[in-house]
């Protein structure tokens, strides 16, 4: 593809759709790593303005990474709704965006629309969209999956209760995961990321966090979020998982230097089906991030904006229960700041949504990054009003053993509070009986972790 | 709130449980405390080291091509490099085909070689002796990343490297050390020859419990020539 334009006086020449693709995006210091970012200002509007010309089909005909040379490729056009697809292929870019800001098209509408869409054409609008239109459109779609209870109805704001210790002790553990609940954190899932990978480990916790469940009657799942393949030895063993989790990349080799594949995949799906604890139709946890696929130099020159979408892509094969964007964790090299990380945070969610996810954000930053608690706290009030499905709350914010910030306890309590969002249903129910809800506000109980110490 | 249960639940794990709330929101104290702990974290990155510290352990200093604070962030790339001065300087005061050679690097943690290297050096040394293993002409590195050792391993051809590194600062420690080891690193060495004792401070692995450790490593590194995954420790 060559498409050449003038603009303001300038003229501006790209020889590839890789290329209009990179430079149309928002600066993030990713792309400029990678040597594919725009040169300034008037050349990312030049390619954005080639990009909303763009008919959609074009995106199928030149593909930027072919099914051929690549699996997750194959897995987006095998996902693809080509009845859909056919009906719409001769729009553009620009023509696709204006459908989706269309007041007159709803949920249902839009969810239609993305399974005729490949990933790169859902990342090719996000593109031409502000944060404030990402926010609209996001804000419209409802999806709803279902484990051991439903997360994803408009109105209601779920966390995942993350009570990581640094050497996994079991009491530590335990102790985080009653402050967590004593806030009402904990409605999406208790998910763990574990220090030591190994299979005995993994059981461990899977049971710990099962026992407080049924001690408490607690209407939640169970995570812990290690390499896939030590998860399915400890489910092979026995343990309890209602879901089982794995951290993608969108392109093969991304995923090879994450040590998985999608027949991997495939085979864990069998397993967390046949063996999983769980009830419901969705069994996985998923979590992505922009600039995965750089750091493991597997990117092929595509802008992580995309790369990002390649892997709601192959994730909605799985349908999975949760998915989210680990936003900040990455560092500054791939978003730089506190814009850099609000606005990956928002095309995330919007594109996740598009593809019919169950989309989550873990809202955070690490400490060389140029963000603090404040840019969090805006990002999460942005994310609510889009109606993000879940966050991630740990104790005051800091996670004693990754080493970054998210999102307190309190911020979800205030979120809530803020914006009248409320927990998971049964959850609500369960909060109310141990006084930790009263009348949808925080109650008496709220805040005290010894709250679970002596009552079984 | 039980003040006893909650002790126990506190003692139990060094995340920030148990703090309380005034309505949804933190109380006053913990919510400072954080922020106090980010500060600190966010400091050390934009630190330098003394060169009161470097004058006294005679460290002299060259730069990689970083340029910049905020260059060193988002190009990771350009603390592996040297330009062609840099490397003339490294070449001039440097011992050539030493045993051991040790390099310190800010990396993101100015503080940690603050904080450490004046317990971590000399018994580093002390460790070396023991062995019967000199070592070259040490010196500073000013916005480094651990691959600078490649370059570094290429111009003065050491048996065995120690590059010693401020790690990314967390709120528990803003001056957390490592140690990156290497047989023969070259350009081109694969991430995975390398090895590391990281999490070095007063609270974590102790500098001189360290140091002694990195003694040994190095040791058998030079017995077994080899080092990362196939040295038999």
Known sequence: MYKKITLLGNIYQFHSLKEIMAKANEERSGDILAGISAENMKERMAAKTILADLPLSDFRN???????????????????????YKKIKNWTVAELREYILDESHESNDLLTIGRGLTSEMIAAVAKLMSNLDLIQAASKIEVITHCNTEVGHKGVLAARAQPNHPSDNLLGMRASLYEALSYGAGDAVIGINPVIDTTNNIYGLLCETKEVMEQFAIPTQNCVLSHVTSQMRAIEKGAPADLIFQSLAGTQAGNESFGISVSMLEEASALIFEKGTAKGSNRWYFETGQGSELSANAHFDIDQVTLEARCYGLAKKFQPFLLNTVVGFIGPEYLYDSKQVTRAGLEDHFMGKMHGLPMGVDVCYTNHMKADQNDMENLSTLLATAGVNYVIGVPMADDCMLNYQSLSYHDIATLRSVFRLRPVAEFEKWMEKYGILEDGKLGLAAGDPTLFMNRA | MNKDSLLALKKSTPARIGVGRTGTRPLTKDFLLLRIDHAAAVDTVYGEVSAKLLDQ???FTVDTCFETKERYLTRPDLGRIFAEDAQALILEKCVKRPVVQIVISDGLSSNAIEENLRDVYPTLLDSLESYNLTTGTPFFVRGGRVACMDVIGELLEPEAFILLIGERP????????????????RVGTKESDRMVISNIHQRGTT?????????????????QKTS???LVI
């Open chain 1, 62 to 84: 030149y593909p930027l990474l072919s099914p051929e040379e690549d699996e997750v490729s194959r897995v987006i056009e095998e996902g693809m709704d080509t009845e859909v």
């Open chain 2, 170 to 185: 967390g709120l528990v420690c803003a001056h957390s050390l490592s140690a990156y080891m290497c047989y023969r690193p």
């Open chain 2, 207 to 223: 500098p001189i419990e360290a140091a002694a450790h990195m003694g040994t490593m190095i040791h058998k590194m030079l017995e």
């Open chain 2, 57 to 59: 352990f005679n460290l």
């Open chain 2, 228 to 230: 990362g995954v196939s």
